[in-house]
Each structure stands twice: as C-alpha cells, then as structure tokens.
C-alpha cells in the first residue's frame, strides 16, 4: 500500500509518531485512512502503537472492503499456504476467525492456536511431505489443533521433500 522507500523510512519510528505528522500536515487525513484502509479513531491502535491490534483492525477493514466490492460470501474463503505462505494462512486464521470456510496448510512454521471459540469455527486441513524438515511441526501444529478442540486432518506425502509435488491435490 505504501512505496518500499516510504516505508524503510518509518520502519524505524512509531506509527503515533508517524500518523501525528501526516495527520498535521494533511488537512484531508481522514479520507486518506480511508482510501487505504486504515482504521484512525482516536481510540484505535495507530495512536498506542499496538501494532498486532493494527494488524487486526486493518485486516477487518480489508475483509469488509472485499466483501462490500465483490460481495464475497465469506463462508466460502479458503486460506491456502505453502511454506512462509503456511504460517500467514493460519496466522491470519487464526486472527480473522470470520473466514469460515477452510485453512489448508504445507510445510510451514506455525505458531500455538488459540482456545477461542470463534477460530474453532475454520477446518484446518494440515499436510508436509516426510522428507521435509518441517514435517515434524507440522505434525505437531495438528496434535496441537486437535487438543484445542479443532476441526482438522492431517496427510503426510510419502517420500516428499520440501517442493510441491504432485501428489499433492
């Protein structure tokens, strides 16, 4: 959303400090949060510097800007990853429980689900290849699921590494 020299440039400061000046200098602030998703009433994350609860917000903001455009039924999105794209499926997942539909996951790191209710709604389909360095994790990301309550299965790909094969559909 912003150019990648924008945002080396505040990589280093907090989003109060940054959203301060451009709010002072941009008498048209609050339609530009707008225009780019971002969440910026006075009592939301921007102005803490609570980045996870930015994360959150935002996402919402993007999910009910998909649906409003393109009128998405979100109990048909299934989140698909693969590798690093593993571990932001169910992340997000697990952040954004109003996705319903799915989660399938591959060889990915993962962190601990949590016990909400709300992110036992999503059916998390979890897989890796034998012969990946992250099977193991894998495996435990879905006993771990499955202690928790969660709707999940599991697959193991026999003699498959850390590539896509094509055994897996």
Same mark, same amino acid.
């Given at each position: 959303?912003i150019?990648?020299?924008?945002?080396?440039?505040?990589?280093?400061?907090?989003?109060?400090?940054?959203?301060?000046?451009?709010?002072k200098?941009?008498?048209?602030?609050?339609?530009?949060?707008?225009?780019?998703?971002?969440?910026?009433?006075?009592?939301?994350?921007?102005?803490?510097?609570?980045?996870?609860?930015?994360? %959150?917000?935002?996402?919402?903001?993007?999910?009910?800007?998909?649906?409003?455009?393109?009128?998405?039924d979100?109990?048909?999105?299934?989140?698909?990853?693969?590798?690093g794209?593993?571990?932001?499926?169910?992340?997000?997942?697990?952040?954004?429980?109003?996705?319903?539909?799915?989660?399938?996951l #591959?060889?990915? %790191?993962?962190?601990?689900?949590?016990?909400?209710?709300?992110?036992?709604?999503?059916?998390?389909?979890?897989?890796?290849?034998e012969?990946d360095?992250?099977?193991?994790?894998?495996?435990?990301?879905?006993?771990?699921?499955?202690?928790?309550?969660?709707?999940?299965?599991?697959? #193991?790909?026999?003699?498959?590494?850390h590539?896509?094969?094509?055994?897996?559909?």
């Amino acid at each position: 959303f912003i150019p990648s020299s924008l945002n080396k440039e505040i990589s280093k400061r907090k989003p109060s400090d940054y959203f301060n000046e451009y709010k002072k200098k941009n008498d048209k602030f609050e339609d530009s949060m707008k225009t780019h998703l971002i969440p910026s009433g006075q009592d939301l994350s921007i102005w803490d510097d609570n980045y996870d609860m930015f994360l %959150e917000q935002r996402g919402k903001e993007i999910i009910k800007e998909v649906e409003n455009e393109f009128s998405v039924d979100m109990t048909k999105i299934y989140l698909v990853g693969y590798s690093g794209g593993a571990q932001f499926a169910h992340r997000f997942a697990f952040k954004h429980p109003f996705i319903k539909a799915a989660c399938i996951l #591959s060889a990915g %790191e993962y962190d601990p689900p949590p016990s909400s209710m709300e992110s036992k709604k999503v059916k998390y389909l979890v897989g890796a290849g034998e012969e990946d360095k992250r099977y193991k994790g894998m495996k435990e990301l879905y006993n771990s699921l499955k202690r928790k309550g969660y709707d999940a299965d599991f697959e #193991s790909f026999p003699f498959v590494g850390h590539v896509l094969h094509s055994s897996i559909k």
